[in-house]
């Protein structure tokens, strides 16, 4: 350990095993956020549609759309964020018993933020791949733009490649920082066992 991890907490780091079992759990409930929001979003097509008895208008159509897209990606955000606000730890994180803590002190908002956003494989899940192979496909027939494509297609490659780096910065590291934790500046630890 480096000087300012000592200071920022004495408890020892995670192990990778206990990182990866986190990881799972976190991706059984990324999928049921990705179940709910699909089967709302049918609903939304089964009832506009007349319980199958018509045609849905196509405003149905893009009502299920936004419904499965935004409200997957956007309430497993809010919910992440929320608990890594509250407790310093994802859902499998808790089940786990390990937490996310500052290198140099607590954990900041904006570090929080940060540690998100950049690369965090459970925004950029392979779960999540069809979310954002959907998002992309809509704002390319929208822009018609040859860089959008790019743009939307990186997010959607980044559902492959961003829990392999993860997986490959932990195993390189001596205090198993993923991607996301080094440029957060954050360590994740053990709890204390009562």
Do not use: K
Request: neutral net charge; aromatic residues 10%; contains cysteine.
């Amino acid at each position: 350990m480096t000087a300012s991890t000592s200071t920022a907490t004495a408890r020892p780091v995670a192990h990778l095993n206990a990182r990866i079992s986190a990881y799972l759990v976190d991706s059984v409930v990324l999928l049921a956020f990705i179940l709910v929001f699909f089967v709302i979003g049918g609903a939304v097509l089964l009832f506009s549609s007349d319980l199958g008895r018509g045609d849905p208008p196509d405003s149905a159509y893009y009502a299920s759309i936004a419904i499965f897209l935004g409200g997957s990606l956007l309430s497993w955000t809010a919910f992440n964020l929320a608990l890594m606000r509250w407790r310093g730890q994802t859902t499998g994180m808790y089940v786990i018993g390990i937490r996310t803590v500052g290198e140099d002190g607590p954990l900041t908002p904006g570090r929080m933020l940060l540690r998100w956003f950049g690369l965090h494989p459970l925004l950029f899940h392979p779960f999540l791949l069809p979310i954002w192979a959907i998002f992309s496909l809509l704002v390319v027939s929208l822009t018609l733009s040859q860089v959008v494509l790019v743009v939307t297609l990186a997010l959607v490659l980044l559902c492959l490649v961003s829990p392999a780096v993860s997986l490959l910065a932990m195993l390189l590291d001596a205090e198993r920082r993923a991607l996301h934790d080094r440029l957060a500046h954050t360590l994740v630890v053990h709890l204390e066992q009562p």
